[in-house]
């Protein structure tokens, strides 16, 4: 049989994805391992290393029991992963404690610190990245601060795909995306000493590993990975991208032709604008969003992140299931989920105003804080639950807009991802909230089509991303979806109420934590 596999890694908060492609980037099988993360005191979020990586080898083993031969077809294999975040490891390639995940609100007050700094404009005219207590840059100025020990024993700096590359192939290495948002300079896509050293990390320095790009480097797989996934030894292994920038390719969110946008409605919510390296502007102002590295020489996708994005319908929704459980009547959220359109039907738009500043991190789109905190503006007995379910996802397109608007202005076109995305009522929301056409990527898994189209280029079944994006992206993407005008009349008065009411908030959110001493 030929070779005619591309697999996909993506190794999500919540879930592992391996995910088999067909050359012409058609999705063949898939297979996820839930994961899961510990929170604790402080606003710890943490992964063992370990497990993430189990979990990873469960996934590629049970998607090898639905592929017949799958060993022997696969051409290549990519992983991508959640971002941020610092996976510590030592000499020995073992685990130094726990890993900090993006969601980790540890180094808040850190963070806030060196923003405060007088060489932060500086770092952030090279990296292109506002400082949030999610980067591992600010996570590792906190150990550096509180547990300099931990960097004692580790010998490598990872994030999540770097970690489980080194198990697949025994490197140690990060991708441009992240490596230059981090500690880098996105003009010449390489590391920048000034930036390490503006987190006090110079003496330290040795913990970032080398940048390796996967459009141009593959890997062997090693014989002790290659035993416990089921794969050949020997099989190319390629280093996607940070997850987000596979996304945005996978989902179409680049178009050479288009001045488009991408919106991934996921776990947090993430706006990209791609362009050529020399047209991002940056928001000196507030000093908020990523520049990342895209896998198209010369380009690079300016970013804004909400912290949260459907995790705040999952809080919404919990509160129907935890209250319908303590009375003995069991409710699961994914059949409330199927209940979301006829919610938002039978109720009016713009009744609430909802800030979707969930996560215990705080906020780190359009602006970096991370003492914000949700809130519900308009209550009165009239408003039942559905109300706040359709107010949130309000405040999830409010949120969208919101980034743009710091990113410039809202595109032409916003192509949507993500499980949520899905919910026809969701997308004329976020439309008119907008107030710009829609299309929906019909692309199942646009993470990790995106890794898998990287190693397409670096194995050289393409000769260039835009010839895969031709072939993988431009047929699944679904008709134009233009908004209801009225709605977003309504929605273009109700965003102003939404900004103005965030601004007023602010120093409400900082009274609350000086009283909690966080």
Known sequence: MSKDLIIGIDAGTSVIKSIAFDLGGRQIASAAVPNRYATGEGGAATQP????????????????????????????????????GTWLVDQDAKPVGDAWLWLDARAGATAERLRQHAGDAARFARTGTGLNACQQGAQLAHVLAHSPEQ???????????????????????????????????????????????????????????????????????????????????????????????????????????????????????VHIR???????????????????????????????????????????????????????????KDHLLTLIDGWIADTQPAGLLYHPYISDAGERGPFIDHTARSSFIGLNSNHGFADLVHGTIEGLGFAARDCYTAMGQVPQEVRLTGGAARSQRLRDIVSATLGTPVRQSTREEAGAAGAAMIAAVSVGIFDTMQ????????????????????????????????????????????????????
Request: hydrophobic content about 40%.
């Open 49 to 84: 290393l370990d497990q993430t990586w189990d979990y990873c080898t469960r996934s590629l083993r049970q998607l090898g029991e639905r592929v017949p031969d799958m060993a022997g077809r696969v051409v290549a294999v990519a992983v991508t992963g959640q971002g941020d």
């Open 151 to 269: 960097l004692d024993q580790a010998a490598t700096a990872f994030h999540c795909k770097d970690w489980l590359y080194l198990n697949l192939t025994g490197i140690r290495a990060t991708d441009p995306s992240e490596g230059c948002f981090t500690f880098g300079d996105y003009k010449t896509r390489s590391y920048s000493d000034e930036v390490v050293d503006f987190y006090g990390l110079g003496k330290h320095a040795s913990l970032i590993p080398p940048i390796c790009d996967g459009t141009k480097t593959q890997h062997p797989l090693t014989a002790s990975a290659a035993q416990q996934t089921g794969l050949r030894e020997g099989t190319p292994i390629v280093l996607g991208y940070v997850d987000v920038i596979c996304s945005t390719l996978g989902a179409g969110g680049y178009d050479a032709t288009t001045a488009v946008g991408c919106t991934i409605i996921g776990t947090t919510g």
């Open 274 to 332: 791609a362009a050529h390296a020399s047209e991002i502007t940056l928001n000196t102002d507030l000093k908020s969003g990523y520049v990342m590295l895209m896998p198209i020489d010369g380009h690079a996708a300016q970013l804004q992140t909400n912290m949260a994005g459907t995790l705040n319908l999952d809080w919404v929704l919990s509160l129907a299931s935890d209250a319908a459980n303590s009375i003995g009547v069991s409710v699961e």
């Open 467 to 518: 010839s895969c994006l031709d072939k993988w992206v431009a047929p699944l993407l679904g008709a134009h979806e233009t908004p209801d005008p009225q709605l977003v009349d309504i929605y273009a008065n109700h965003f102003r109420k939404y900004v103005s009411a965030r601004e007023a908030l602010q120093p409400i959110w900082h009274q609350l934590a000086d009283r909690k001493g966080t």
